[in-house]
């Protein structure tokens, strides 16, 4: 199974921003979309954007859009998620993940339609 790792987070102030990282282990990965999702501290994992195989197609959450691009370089086998105007409320550890179907060819935000997860990379938005 391709490893997904997450890196990026850390702490900033209201208004700043991030710039998260996804390095999966294989080449297989530009065959998969990818999502961004977010979980706070007593919340339910909650997605945030994804992203085609190809990168030619995006989808945001209400919540972040506007605010967060999602991005890939498949020949770094590495997907972004670049965050800006930040609040506290984005407070979370996010993770990547790779869609269970391989060249989907529509985007989904529900967790069950990923089965490979990253260890997450924690984001603390302070006011």
């Known amino acids: 199974q391709v490893q997904l790792v997450e890196s990026g987070g850390g702490l900033v102030q209201a208004g700043g921003s991030l710039r998260l990282s996804c390095a999966a282990s294989a080449r297989t990965f530009s065959r998969y979309n990818t999502g961004w999702f977010r979980q706070a501290p007593g919340k339910e994992r909650e997605f945030v954007a994804a992203i085609s195989w190809s990168g030619s197609s995006t989808y945001y959450a209400d919540s972040v859009k506007g605010r967060f691009t999602i991005s890939r370089d498949n020949a770094k086998n590495t997907i972004y998620l670049q965050m800006s105007s930040l609040k506290p409320e984005d407070t979370a550890v996010y993770y990547c993940?790779?869609?269970?179907?391989?060249?989907?060819?529509?985007?989904?935000?529900?967790?069950?339609?990923?089965?490979?997860w990253g260890q997450g990379t924690q984001v603390t938005v302070s006011s």
């Open positions: 993940a790779q869609d269970q179907t391989l060249f989907r060819n529509r985007l989904s935000y529900t967790r069950d339609e990923y089965d490979n």
